[in-house]
């Protein structure tokens, strides 16, 4: 499973890592590691304005980084066609990798953009009673808050849910896990 970074749960600096590990960077210019990373764009839902989140990717074409972390990304039909957007547009400026994070199962035609998706972020209670429904073999998972001496439990859980990439952390994110639960994050059918 690939482990991807947030950055509110960035690896310690003693951390060795692998090929299979993505830096989600929050803003460019601070690069704190030579090691691939995303770029972090909010897309705040679908509300931010598309001048605004095409300025982002170029900021981070022009930083350097490898991909891009969309993140906050809206999850139903209504938000497909401006991420698709910005996708192409992030492949046209040479940003091929792209992780879209609504944090929770989207609509099927998300399927279509040809990138991974995140399709659960929360806390570990959440995470453990979580059914599954509407995620895909291969999809993200961002679990936080795991108690310490559950961090290998829930890394295993994640495998056995068929996580593709993510990451099991004891560490709170700096959004509220009541952002991530509202009426903006569900998909619709």
């Known amino acids: 499973m690939k482990t991807l970074f947030p950055p509110y749960a960035h690896p310690a600096p003693d951390l060795p890592l692998d090929g299979d590990t993505w830096i989600v960077r929050d803003v460019p210019g601070e690069r704190r590691t030579l090691h ?6 909010d897309l705040d839902w679908g509300s931010r304005s598309l001048a605004d989140v095409l300025a982002d990717v170029d900021a981070w074409r022009e930083d ?19 991420v ?23 609509h099927p035609l998300y399927r279509d953009l040809g990138v991974r998706i995140c399709t659960f972020e929360g806390p570990w209670e959440a995470y453990q009673s979580w059914d599954g429904d ?13 108690p ?5 439990a829930a890394r295993r859980l994640m495998g ?10 004891d560490a709170s994110p700096y959004v509220s896990a009541g ?4 009426g903006a994050g569900s998909a619709d059918s």
């Open 179 to 182: 952002s991530y639960a509202g």
């Open 134 to 146: 509407g995620v895909r073999p291969g999809d993200g998972h961002i679990v936080h808050g795991v």
């Open 148 to 152: 310490t001496a559950l961090l290998t």
């Open 84 to 106: 698709a957007l910005t996708v192409r547009l992030a492949a046209r400026r040479g940003l091929h990798r792209v992780v879209l994070n609504p944090g929770v199962p989207t």
């Open 36 to 41: 691939q990373s995303l770029g972090r764009i």
């Open 160 to 169: 056995r849910r068929g996580a593709g990439f993510g990451l099991a952390t």
């Open 64 to 82: 350097g980084a490898e991909g891009l972390f969309l993140d906050r990304a809206p999850a139903g039909s209504g938000g497909v066609g401006p």
